[in-house]
């Protein structure tokens, strides 16, 4: 059983910053790529940033030069630094990861947590 735990949510004014850690437990072999997914109201979930193991990352262009992706791989911990925060950066952010266990690899999901930035 695998678990993705999400911390580091929550009410921030605009111009502000916070930092989400995902960390993964559980019977683990292999953590592969990580990411971090956002939903807003009425919108789609979208892809905000991803990091491989290797370290490469991809952001969306909304985040570009403002949020963060990193990883520590000896923690199984995912992290995003989130600076120069927006109204419209307001969602219930999600990390996800590709594991291995006994099992192939599969993609696993956190239970999410809320971001909302307003003065």
């Known amino acids: 059983q695998v678990q993705l735990v999400e911390s580091g949510g929550g009410l921030v004014q605009p111009g502000g910053s916070l930092r989400l850690s995902c960390a993964a437990s559980?019977?683990?072999?292999?953590?592969?790529?990580m990411a971090w997914y956002r939903q807003a109201p009425g919108k789609q979930r979208e892809l905000v940033a991803s990091?491989?193991?290797?370290?490469?990352?991809n952001y969306a262009d909304s985040v570009k030069g403002r949020f963060t992706i990193s990883r520590d791989n000896a923690k199984n911990t995912v992290y995003l630094q989130m600076n120069s925060l927006k109204p419209e950066d307001t969602a219930v952010y999600y990390c996800?990861?590709?594991?291995?266990?006994?099992?192939?690899?599969?993609?696993?999901w956190g239970q999410g947590t809320q971001v909302t930035v307003s003065s």
């Open positions: 996800n990861a590709h594991i291995s266990t006994i099992a192939p690899m599969k993609s696993y």
């Open positions: 990091i491989t193991t290797g370290g490469s990352t």
């Open positions: 559980g019977s683990i072999f292999s953590i592969y790529a």
